[in-house]
Structures are given as structure tokens and as C-alpha cells.
């Protein structure tokens, strides 16, 4: 398997990143270690923080958030809230969803303003995560080139100590991993797998339970940012769960679309891993 993943990598023109694990402690490692740019995948820790101080009493829920044009708005970004119109109030849990969800950059900002950046770095830190840190305090091109860093590895024990409710409470895990199931932005990781398995994933008699997951992308004709496609998260299967990491940069096609070449790849790597997962029942070897 570990060949057949790197005979893709080699015929790729650009920079692979990749863990993954079993259960049993079967792991795959190419070049996990080398710290590379998250783009939107550092809102998965930016979800955590929020948890953490619901955990603690510092907020609620329930709390407003108001979105003022004037204050908030940042051009080139994804997301729908730069669509609505000013003056939108927002709970705080719904605000995260959209930053989860449909990677809405004003919903990170103001996620960011609301708990802290540095409470958020904090919180990484305590993890035990040294190369992980959200560098953007805000999201907004004109001001950072940089949105964060991380490691394949760091990536995916993030999501293993999600599993493992070693991070928050196990409700609190179970929310967050709930909300991150969500993503709609998650086309290297289900891209190649079976679609009987996509169509029905969730449902009772399906293989695949969910996928809790987030991605990101950086990259533009005349943008500054380091060109990259990052997936990962947490596929939960009848057999049991695998986590996947994989971080793609340094490639030539930036144009956002199904078929980039480095999408297709992340995809490839992950259908291989889900069919020797599902081959060896809940395994990645035998």
C-alpha cells in the first residue's frame, strides 16, 4: 500500500504531506513532520477553543455575534456571510458551524476576535502540538500571507484525541466531531470512494457511519500565499475508524475546481487507504 501511495506521489509535480493510522496502531508516514501551511484547516483548533471555554463557563452558546459591513467584511473569502446583508446576528454556535461547514473566513475572523487569538494558540499549545500555530489574526489577504501552520502528523492526532476524548469532555468531543461530520468541503478525501458508500453514509445499515473532517486551499494567479490543498479527519466505518492527514503544496495549478490535479491525488491516496481498510476489516495491513 505504502508503494503503491508513493508511486502516485512520485509522478506528482509538487510537495506530498501524509499520516494515517488504525486503530490497531498501523500507521502510514510520508513526510509527516514537515511543517507546512494549513490554509482553513487551522479552524478545526479555532473549533476547539470554542469548546474548551464553553467547557469552562467563559461562553455560551446561546451568546450574539453581530456582523457589521463596515467592521467585517474582507473580499476574496469563502463563505456566504459576505453575501448578507450588515447588521446579521449570528448565535455563537452557529457562527463556528459556518466556519466549519462552508469554511466562511468572516465566521473565523469573528471567531477569532470573540475568543482570542492568542487563547487560541494557547490552547494548541497545550495540546502538546509544537509545530501547529494560527499565525492570521484575521483572514484577509491584504493583511497576512499566512493563515497557519501544522504537520501531517500534528493534523491527525488532533483528530485522534478527538476520538479518544482526551481533549475536551466526551459530549464536547462528540459536538465537535457532530459539527465537523458536516463539512461540505471534503472532496479529497470521499472523491474516489464508492458512491453506494457516499449516498448512504450515516444511514443504519451503512459501511460508513460519517466523516468528520476539515480542509483548506490557498492559492491564486496573483496571490502571494503558498499554493496548497490540505484534507483531514476521521472516517468512521462498521469495521472501525482510520484517520487520514494528507497536506499538498508547492504545486503549479491553483484554480479552485474538483479535478486539480492535487485534489485527485489527495483522493486517490485516501481511496487506497479506505480499500485496504475495508479489505482487511478495520485494518490497513493484514
Known amino acids: ?67 457589521k459591513f463596515s467592521e467585517d467584511f474582507v473580499e476574496n473569502g469563502s463563505g456566504i456571510i459576505q453575501f448578507l446583508d450588515s447588521g446579521l446576528n449570528i448565535t455563537s454556535k452557529n457562527m463556528a458551524i459556518l466556519m466549519i461547514i462552508i469554511s466562511d473566513n468572516i465566521a473565523t475572523n469573528k471567531m477569532i ?40 502528523y500534528e493534523y491527525a492526532n488532533t483528530y485522534k484525541m478527538l476520538l479518544n476524548s ?39 445499515d451503512s459501511f460508513i457511519k460519517y466523516i468528520a473532517s476539515k480542509s483548506g486551499g490557498l492559492g491564486g494567479e496573483n496571490a502571494k500565499t503558498v499554493i496548497c490543498r490540505n484534507d483531514g479527519g476521521i472516517i468512521s466505518t462498521k469495521s472501525g475508524n482510520y484517520i487520514t492527514s494528507v497536506f499538498i503544496n508547492n504545486f503549479s495549478d491553483y484554480y479552485f475546481y474538483d479535478n486539480n490535479p492535487a485534489t485527485i491525488l489527495g483522493a486517490k491516496i485516501n481511496k487506497i487507504l479506505f480499500e485496504n481498510f475495508e479489505k482487511n476489516k478495520g485494518s490497513f495491513v493484514k
Open 1 to 67: 500500500m505504502i508503494k503503491e501511495i508513493e508511486e502516485l506521489i512520485k509522478k506528482f509535480k509538487g510537495n506530498v504531506s501524509l499520516y494515517a493510522c488504525d486503530e490497531l496502531n498501523n500507521e502510514i508516514r510520508i513526510n509527516e513532520n514537515i511543517v507546512v501551511e494549513t490554509a482553513s484547516a487551522i479552524k478545526l483548533f479555532i473549533l476547539i477553543e470554542y469548546y474548551k471555554q464553553i467547557m469552562n463557563n467563559e461562553k455560551s452558546r446561546d451568546d450574539i455575534l453581530n456582523y
Open 113 to 152: 476576535d470573540y475568543l482570542g487569538f492568542e487563547n487560541i494558540n494557547n490552547t494548541i499549545k497545550e495540546l502538546g502540538l509544537k509545530n501547529t500555530k494560527l499565525i492570521a489574526k484575521k483572514i484577509d489577504f491584504n493583511q497576512y500571507l499566512q493563515i497557519g501552520v501544522t504537520t501531517a
Open 166 to 204: 482526551s481533549i475536551l469532555t466526551p459530549n464536547l468531543c462528540n459536538e465537535i466531531i457532530d459539527i465537523l461530520s458536516k463539512q461540505m468541503y471534503n472532496q479529497m478525501i470521499i472523491k474516489e470512494l464508492p458512491l453506494k458508500y457516499i449516498d448512504s453514509k450515516g444511514k443504519t
